[in-house]
C-alpha cells in the first residue's frame, strides 16, 4: 500500500508541473499576442487601438523621459501629443529579451523597441508589467527609456 501512495504522490508531482509549465507558456503566448498586436496598432497609427494592451485605470504607472505618469487617459493623451501623426510614430518593432512571472497572475517583460520613422528613428529599452485582471492581460506599468 505505501508504494502505490508513493507512485500516486509522484504522478501527481509530475502532472502538476506539466500543468504549471503549460500554464507559463499559455501566459507568454497571451502576452506576446498583445505586444503583436500593440506593434501592428502603432504601425497603423491608431494610438488608442495601441493602449488597449494598458489597463484602463487611474492605476496605471507610465514613467519615461524622467517623469511618471499615472492614469490611462494620461498615458494615451501624451501618446497622442508627442506622436501627431505617422511620421512621428512611424513603424515599430518589438525585441523582447524576456518574459518572467512574478506571480502566478503578474509577469514582467523586457525587451528593446525600435521606431522607424520620418523625422528620426528612435530606439530604447523598456520594462512592462502585465497583471492579470478579471481574466484578461492588462499592463499596468510601463518604463521605457
Known amino acids: 500500500m505505501n508504494i502505490k501512495a508513493i507512485l500516486l504522490f509522484i ?3 509530475i502532472i502538476s508541473s506539466c500543468s504549471s509549465k503549460n500554464t507559463i507558456e499559455q501566459d507568454q503566448i497571451e502576452i ?3 505586444l503583436n498586436q ?3 496598432d502603432w504601425n497603423n497609427h491608431d494610438l488608442k487601438g495601441f493602449m488597449s494592451g494598458y489597463w484602463k485605470s487611474d492605476s496605471l504607472y507610465f514613467y519615461s ?3 511618471l505618469k499615472s ?3 494620461s498615458t ?3 501618446y497622442l501629443k508627442n506622436y501627431p501623426d505617422k511620421s512621428y510614430s512611424g513603424t515599430l518593432k518589438f525585441t523582447i529579451e524576456k518574459i518572467s512571472a512574478i506571480t502566478t ?4 517583460v523586457m525587451g528593446e523597441y525600435n521606431l522607424t520613422r520620418e523625422v528620426g528613428n528612435a530606439t530604447g529599452t523598456f520594462m512592462i508589467i502585465f497583471k492579470r485582471i478579471n481574466g484578461e492581460w492588462k499592463i499596468i506599468a510601463d518604463s521605457s527609456c
Open 76 to 78: 494615451l493623451n501624451s
Open 38 to 40: 500593440q506593434e501592428i
Open 11 to 13: 504522478t501527481i508531482v
Open 65 to 67: 523621459g524622467k517623469k
Open 71 to 73: 492614469g490611462w487617459e
Open 32 to 34: 506576446m499576442t498583445i
Open 105 to 108: 497572475d503578474s509577469y514582467f
